[in-house]
């Protein structure tokens, strides 16, 4: 069930006298947590600042499909449908996450942005405030607001002058506005190796990209076989045999390109991973790079008038530049206050775990690992929603007990007070 809220809402209503928990965020994450709080009889409340479900996945390039197949990508209490194919379209991602929400009678509230979570004054629970004045009080909350919250773009020296257009991958949707124009992509991570080959296929005048790190490139399936099942089972060896099982197979699927400016990185995959950088899974760039459609340049240093200083020295002038350079989680303002968040923004744990200092607070999707985030966010909604039913349950005893024991005190109390008035 989809509302928009139009007014402040309220902690708890006579028909639910208990307060809710709360999902922030509508995305895959927290669908798959609210689903599974839902199938284990807790109340739930999603709230989403968009207009509906799955904002994340509406805002993507027209061309992306998932890189993680079909059947290892779905939700819990709900697979993806054959009819998806084995890589799912974007727009299907987005039905699916339509039906999943509709599937489970999810109660999510669009339209809410959460600006601050805050424990409540006595500890018991946690204050949420929200846009429209809203304060609303939840037994736990479960933080879901993306790993690719807000769109970074590094502090480039002289970025204010640079006279062509500058913009951040996540505004990309389709080729057709560089349609004979010289485009330069800046970051060979997933989204810049893919926007850089679409933009070569989509008839830019001249694609380059800029490459500061050399990524590892995965072939996204090896004979049938795709990579994502790799990682599923590479999760349980060392990282080191990962590293050296992964060089080897990476020579033999993976063309030496280093004539065109991208040699073989001379860090272990897993280890890259570890540190955060998910290697590159081949959908185009490959061939693009091979055939000079996209041409490899040095890193970005900053910009000159007209003119994109790079790290060798050089100075090239394309006419529009796109900043595939990541997000931020953007969590300071919701949770910083809290102690929760490491140095790097993230927040300190994981899974199914509270911090210490904030007991009923969970995090899910802040990690991105090797075997896929969506079968990630799947296990997460698990274990998060196992967790605070089994949190409830012991409340619930607490309760039961706390009540029991005052009725008692009562009963003792009513023969006296009757004496007493006679
Ligand atoms: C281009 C791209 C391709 C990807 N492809 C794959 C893939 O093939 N396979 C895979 O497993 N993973 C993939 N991922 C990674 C991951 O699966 C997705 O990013 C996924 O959408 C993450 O889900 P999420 O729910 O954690 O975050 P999101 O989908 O980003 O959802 C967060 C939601 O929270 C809402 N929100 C944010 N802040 C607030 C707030 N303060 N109050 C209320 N609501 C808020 C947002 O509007 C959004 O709807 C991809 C990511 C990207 C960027």
């Known amino acids: 069930m989809t509302e928009r809220a139009e007014q402040p809402d309220e902690q708890s209503s006579p028909r639910h006298p208990e307060p809710p928990v709360y999902v922030v965020g509508g995305g895959p994450g927290g669908l798959a947590v609210a689903a599974e709080l839902g199938r284990r009889g807790v109340r739930t409340v999603v709230l989403e600042k968009a207009d509906a479900v799955g904002a994340s996945w509406r805002g993507h390039y027209d061309r992306l499909r998932l890189h993680t197949t079909r059947r290892l990508s779905g939700l819990p209490g709900l697979p993806m449908p054959r009819s998806f194919g084995r890589w799912v379209r974007r727009d299907d991602v987005v039905r699916y996450l339509e039906k999943y929400a509709e599937v489970h009678r999810l109660d999510v509230v669009t339209g809410v942005e959460v600006s601050r979570i805050e424990r409540e004054p006595d500890g018991g629970g946690w204050v949420l405030y929200a846009s429209g004045g809203r304060r609303l009080v939840g037994r736990a909350v479960v933080v879901a607001t993306g790993y690719n919250h807000t769109p970074r773009v590094p502090d480039w020296p002289g970025a204010g002058t640079y006279q062509g257009e500058l913009g951040h991958a996540g505004a990309y949707r389709d080729p057709a506005p560089y349609a004979e124009k010289d485009v330069l992509v800046v970051g060979a991570g997933n989204t810049g190796a893919e926007i850089a080959a679409d933009l070569a296929e989509g008839g830019a005048g001249r694609v380059r990209l800029a490459v500061r790190t050399v990524p590892h490139i995965v072939r996204r399936s090896t004979l049938g076989w795709p990579s994502q099942r790799s990682a599923v089972i590479a999760r349980r060896l060392p990282v080191k045999l990962v590293d050296l099982a992964a060089g080897v197979l990476g020579r033999v699927a993976i063309p030496d390109l280093s004539k065109h400016g991208l040699p073989r990185p001379d860090t272990g995959l897993a280890s890259r991973a570890r540190q955060g950088a998910v290697p590159v899974l081949d959908v185009g760039l490959i061939a693009a790079v091979r ?94 929603s196992g967790r605070i039913a089994r949190r409830e349950a012991r409340a619930s005893v607490r309760r039961g007990r706390r009540e029991a024991r005052a009725a008692e005190r009562e009963r003792r109390s009513a023969p006296v007070r009757g004496a007493a008035q006679r």
Do not use: Q, W
């Open 291 to 384: 055939s000079g459609r996209v041409e490899i340049v040095a890193a970005v240093e900053g910009f000159d008038g007209g003119r994109v200083v790079l790290a060798d020295g050089s100075r090239i002038a394309p006419d529009a530049v796109i900043a595939a350079t990541g997000y931020r989680r953007g969590l300071e303002g919701l949770v910083g206050h809290l102690g929760v968040l490491d140095e790097r923004g993230r927040p300190r744990v994981r899974r199914a775990r509270s911090p210490r200092s904030a007991p009923g607070l969970y995090f899910t999707g802040y990690t991105n690992p090797l075997s896929g985030m969506l079968l990630e966010l799947a296990r997460d909604g698990r274990k998060i």
